[in-house]
């Protein structure tokens, strides 16, 4: 059987995804790509699961693409043919990228020690970001020749402006988990002892809110990015009706009139 480099936890509507290469601090190699992806499939479509929860195992979240892995790494060979690393790219991380962004439940990135590199833009990624202390955010691709992928391009300057994106990504500096979040990168910077037990009581609230709701939230977020503020309005009424017709705008508006804590189950 292959390694296992997706830990898969089920904690009631939670399901928690843990990057399990610790001893190359969660770099991704195509097989781990692979898994997590498989294991965003399986949530996706298992009606259990309300949020969904990546983190990493050991001190960092994930060195981002495994620099070792041969598919990517430059032969130092001067006859060598060069490797076309766009492949790597367009067979494993965009997919994954894609699943991420669209997954029809919230996503929340517990960040437990350094994100670098694709790391930092798949954590970025998530629908809310949490962030030990000790974590920190590093666009590492200059340093090594290349750009920013896995979303890097268009999260940073939707998420930090143009001249933050900017600083970020050519200089490939470290950033500080709290001074991310001074920059608006993430969402909350929590003590080291408390991330995994914040991120899961976020994890478990959302689990216990109207899904559908979340999800078409995210949905008209990102594509207000791109629209004209009368077309914005129009798309919320759209994506609003629909809402209306849905169970969970009936409960909540019965719960709130009750005076009871509403139970959702739209997804
Ligand atoms: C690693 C890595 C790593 C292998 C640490 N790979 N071993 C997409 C598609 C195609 C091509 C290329 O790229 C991409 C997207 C990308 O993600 S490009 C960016 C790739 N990532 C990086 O450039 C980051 C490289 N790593 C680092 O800068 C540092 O290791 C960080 C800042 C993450 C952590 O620093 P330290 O805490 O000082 O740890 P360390 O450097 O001592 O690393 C510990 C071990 O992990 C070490 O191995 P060793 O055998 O000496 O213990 C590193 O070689 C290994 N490692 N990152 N990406």
Not at 6 to 19: D, P, S, Y
Not at 95 to 115: D, E
Request: proline residues 5%.
């Amino acid at each position: 059987m292959s390694e296992q480099m997706i830990q898969i936890e089920q904690h009631g509507g939670v399901c928690l995804l843990r990057l399990n290469r610790p001893e190359a601090l969660n770099a991704f190699t195509s097989a781990l790509l692979v898994q997590l992806r498989q294991a965003l499939e399986a949530a996706a479509i298992d009606a259990q699961t309300r949020c969904v929860l990546l983190t990493g195992a050991g001190r960092a979240f994930s060195a981002g693409q495994d620099l070792a892995d041969p598919h990517v790494a430059p032969s130092r060979d001067p006859g060598a043919a060069p490797k076309d690393i766009g492949h790597m790219l367009d067979q494993y991380y965009i997919p994954l990228a894609l699943r991420l962004r669209s997954m029809p439940v919230p996503v929340v990135a517990a960040v437990n020690g350094v994100a670098a590199g694709a790391g930092a833009n798949m954590a970025l990624g998530c629908d809310i970001v949490l962030a030990a202390e000790g974590a920190s955010f590093i666009q590492a691709f200059s340093r090594i020749g290349l750009l920013p992928d896995c979303g890097g391009t268009w999260l940073l300057p939707r998420l930090v402006g143009r001249a933050k994106a900017l600083e970020l990504a050519l200089l490939g500096d470290k950033l500080k988990a709290v001074d991310a979040q001074a920059l608006g990168l993430i969402a909350r910077v929590v003590p080291d002892a408390e991330l995994q037990g914040a991120a899961m009581a976020l994890a478990q609230k959302l689990a216990g809110m109207p899904t559908r709701a979340l999800v078409e939230t995210r949905r008209a977020i990102d594509e207000a990015l791109k629209l004209d503020y009368e077309t914005a309005l129009k798309r919320e009424a759209a994506l609003q009706s629909q809402l209306g017709f849905a169970h969970d705008y009936l409960e909540g508006v019965a719960a709130f009139m009750d005076k009871r804590q509403p139970e959702f189950k739209d997804r």
